[in-house]
């Protein structure tokens, strides 16, 4: 890793100012929102989508084809930036061993990004499974009028694909530790606060798509994020409600 540049001065190529980054070590930074606002107005340039690539026997699929159409634009001395998707905990521990490209179209450091990169899974993992409790506290409280349990369609999410917890049933502890009910774990990736954080525009927008959720059905009326009174939560630690 010590032959990586330093982040600071890929960014500078790009024409983003040091101030405008937060860092993660020497390699890794994450871009302020403010700064991106500043982008507004400015000339569009051209996207190159790639999707729906099927992979060759040893893994080279989407994220090796973007890498080596991205460095070959770079060669021939076109301004380019790469967007890729942050990989999750399972292809690591599978045949794949990896989401971060191989031979010499890879992204570096491809352990940290592999692994846990800025943490930014854990944050999306937790707020998910923070509504997932939220829930079965308020069935336990009985705060949500006429929710039948069967309805709820709001599962808990892991990083990881564990075939055993896919599909289980929580609440088995008596009166004290939650209601019986069908459950299961979707793999982080799948999470909407996942999709939500991608299309928000900034905290405000977030925070509302968050409350417009639906986490379930009641008398054939949608219940929502909303309900639980806890929105803030999901988004800032100062925030209660």
């Given at each position: 890793m010590t032959d990586l540049a330093p982040i600071s001065a890929i960014a500078a190529k790009l024409g983003i100012p040091e101030s405008e980054l937060e860092y993660y070590g020497r390699t890794k930074a994450k871009i302020s929102a403010n700064w991106l606002k500043q982008l507004e107005g400015r000339p569009e340039g051209k996207l190159v989508l790639v999707t729906a690539v099927n992979p060759t026997p040893a893994g080279e699929g989407k994220t090796t084809t973007s890498i080596g159409l991205a460095d070959a634009m770079a060669q021939l001395g076109h301004?380019?930036?790469?967007?890729?998707?942050?990989?999750?905990?399972?292809?690591?521990?599978?045949?794949?061993?990896?989401?971060?490209?191989?031979?010499?179209?890879?992204?570096?450091?491809?352990?940290?990004?592999?692994?846990?990169?800025?943490?930014?899974?854990?944050?999306?993992?937790?707020?998910?499974?923070?509504?997932?409790?939220?829930?079965?506290?308020?069935?336990?409280?009985?705060?949500?009028?006429?929710?039948?349990a069967r309805q709820l369609t709001w599962r808990r999410v892991l990083d990881m694909n564990d075939?055993?917890?896919?599909?289980?049933?929580?609440?088995?502890?008596?009166?004290?530790?939650?209601?019986?009910?069908?459950?299961?774990?979707?793999?982080?990736?799948?999470?909407?606060?996942?999709?939500?954080?991608?299309?928000?525009?900034?905290?405000?927008?977030?925070?509302?798509?968050?409350?417009?959720?639906?986490?379930?059905?009641a008398d054939d009326k949608p219940i929502t994020v909303a309900s639980l009174n806890a929105t803030g939560a999901l988004i800032d630690r100062k925030s209660v409600a």
């Amino acid at each position: 890793m010590t032959d990586l540049a330093p982040i600071s001065a890929i960014a500078a190529k790009l024409g983003i100012p040091e101030s405008e980054l937060e860092y993660y070590g020497r390699t890794k930074a994450k871009i302020s929102a403010n700064w991106l606002k500043q982008l507004e107005g400015r000339p569009e340039g051209k996207l190159v989508l790639v999707t729906a690539v099927n992979p060759t026997p040893a893994g080279e699929g989407k994220t090796t084809t973007s890498i080596g159409l991205a460095d070959a634009m770079a060669q021939l001395g076109h301004k380019v930036a790469l967007a890729l998707r942050e990989p999750s905990l399972g292809p690591c521990f599978g045949a794949k061993g990896g989401a971060t490209g191989g031979g010499r179209a890879r992204v570096e450091p491809l352990d940290d990004i592999n692994l846990h990169f800025t943490g930014d899974f854990h944050a999306i993992t937790s707020a998910h499974n923070l509504i997932a409790a939220l829930i079965d506290n308020a069935i336990q409280q009985g705060t949500l009028a006429g929710v039948d349990a069967r309805q709820l369609t709001w599962r808990r999410v892991l990083d990881m694909n564990d075939r055993a917890l896919r599909y289980i049933v929580s609440g088995l502890g008596g009166k004290a530790h939650g209601v019986p009910r069908e459950s299961g774990f979707d793999i982080t990736t799948a999470s909407e606060i996942m999709a939500v954080l991608c299309l928000a525009r900034d905290a405000a927008d977030l925070r509302q798509r968050l409350a417009r959720i639906v986490i379930g059905w009641a008398d054939d009326k949608p219940i929502t994020v909303a309900s639980l009174n806890a929105t803030g939560a999901l988004i800032d630690r100062k925030s209660v409600a």
